[in-house]
């Protein structure tokens, strides 16, 4: 990070503002990958797993030891993609290696272990609450040895990448069954007519090209029946297995934000003064200063936590952790880094200082891989579980 990344940022803007961002990538990101791939500095983020084999053996970190390199990464926004741990091909890489069959990983996951290729994972969808995934309306219809898929999602980021080769799409493919057993998932190529990129979708104006946010439409989009994962119906089960581990990471690289906004902060306030002494100097941001140090560290134990348990009794048992940190994580990065903006004043919604971007960045995470109010009404159900346990072994 040190070495190779923190300098190569300017020359990373520089290249990005002289090309077409949306259809090119910058010469020197593919320098540090080169880079980061001899040093064997690649795919760190999965842990050891019974489903590694001859396509994919993992380097063997656990979540914890991750957890920690996935904060230093978190400090600059495409460093994760140089170690080839960017959401989300993480999350899909993780859904390949578990649930894909020889011929899909052959396929779709290897191009992708090897960073030849990126993805895009097709989930929420603009004309329902898409919280409650039992509300998404997206078709997969069986037909002969295929399945035809016909739908509208959105906020699909890196969709529109241009090494994006997959997306993997929930939908629907029996609406009378069972709600939980009524979605599917399938592997789609980027490539296959019906297809169409409707829009890119900016976060407060930031359009993060290359990678990006999208509305794609899906019309009569063809896919040879082999492309279903798991197998019809199985679409809730995948997506437990995938956004677990996807949580923690952007936790992970949330702690970092929090630590960047704090470096800012403290240089900010001591170089500059008002009413007769350093801004520092000022009570209030005295109090700022300390609470925002107390959260980073409560945030990192929590995460760390959370990835303890992932590793000792796995994601399912760790799920309370998990929404526990998806939760707090980003809401105290969001407000760190509003106090830092705060501390630079007009410079601090400004690009000077890239905090705007880094708050837009924030404040995307309360609604990644599902919004706060759905961690919190699982992690309230699962409270007062046991103390309804508790009362029905007493009466």
């Known amino acids: 990070m040190d070495e190779h990344i923190v300098p190569a940022v300017p020359i990373y803007q ?21 880079k980061a791939r001899a040093e064997g500095l690649w795919n760190i983020f999965m842990p050891p797993s019974e489903h590694d084999d001859a396509f994919f053996t993992s380097v063997g970190l656990t979540n914890v030891e991750y957890a920690p390199i996935a904060e230093l990464m978190g400090r600059v926004s495409f460093a994760s993609e140089v170690f080839n741990c960017m959401a989300p091909d993480t999350g899909n890489f993780e859904v390949l290696h578990r649930y894909g069959t020889p011929a899909q990983k052959q396929r779709f996951m290897v191009p992708l272990r090897d960073g030849e290729t990126r993805s895009a994972f097709l989930m929420t969808e603009p004309a329902v609450a898409s919280s409650d995934a039992r509300n998404i309306q997206t ?120 630590e960047v906004a704090l470096e800012k902060t403290c240089r ?6 008002a009413f007769g002494k350093a801004i520092a100097e000022h009570s209030v941001w005295e109090e700022r200063i300390a609470r925002a140090r107390c959260e980073i560290e409560m945030a990192r134990l929590l995460c760390l936590k959370a990835a303890h348990m992932m ?13 526990m940190i998806k939760i707090a994580a980003p809401k105290m990065a969001q407000q760190i880094v509003d106090d830092a903006i705060q501390a630079h004043g007009g410079g601090g919604v400004s690009d000077d200082f ?19 109010e759905v961690h919190e009404r699982q992690l309230a159900r699962m409270e007062l579980a046991k103390y309804r346990e508790r009362d029905g072994a007493t009466s």
Not at 145 to 159: I, L
Not at 245 to 255: A, D, L, S
């Open 139 to 258: 078709e997969i219809r069986r037909e002969g040895d295929e399945y035809v898929v016909n739908g509208r999602k959105w906020w699909s980021s890196g969709a529109g990448h241009p090494h994006c080769a997959f997306y993997i799409v929930m939908g629907k493919t029996d609406p009378n069954a069972a709600p939980y057993h009524q979605q599917s998932m399938i592997l789609v190529p980027r490539n296959t007519p019906g297809i169409t990129l409707v829009r890119h979708l900016p976060v407060f104006g930031y359009d993060h090209a290359p990678h990006g946010h999208f509305e794609v439409l899906l019309e009569n989009v063809r896919v040879p029946a082999e492309n279903m994962l798991l197998g019809e119906g199985r679409g809730f089960e995948i997506a437990q297995g995938r956004l677990g581990p996807g949580r923690i990471h952007h936790t992970m690289r949330n702690i970092a934000t929090m």
């Open 14 to 34: 520089q290249q990005l503002a002289a090309i077409d961002r949306w259809a090119e990538i910058p010469p020197i990101f593919e320098q540090l990958k080169a």
């Open 354 to 372: 890239g905090l705007a971007e880094l708050w837009a960045n924030t404040r995307i995470v309360r609604l990644t891989d599902g919004p706060d």
């Open 268 to 273: 900010r306030l001591l170089s500059r003064r």
């Open 311 to 323: 590793d000792t009794v796995g994601n399912k048992e760790a799920r309370a952790e998990i929404a």
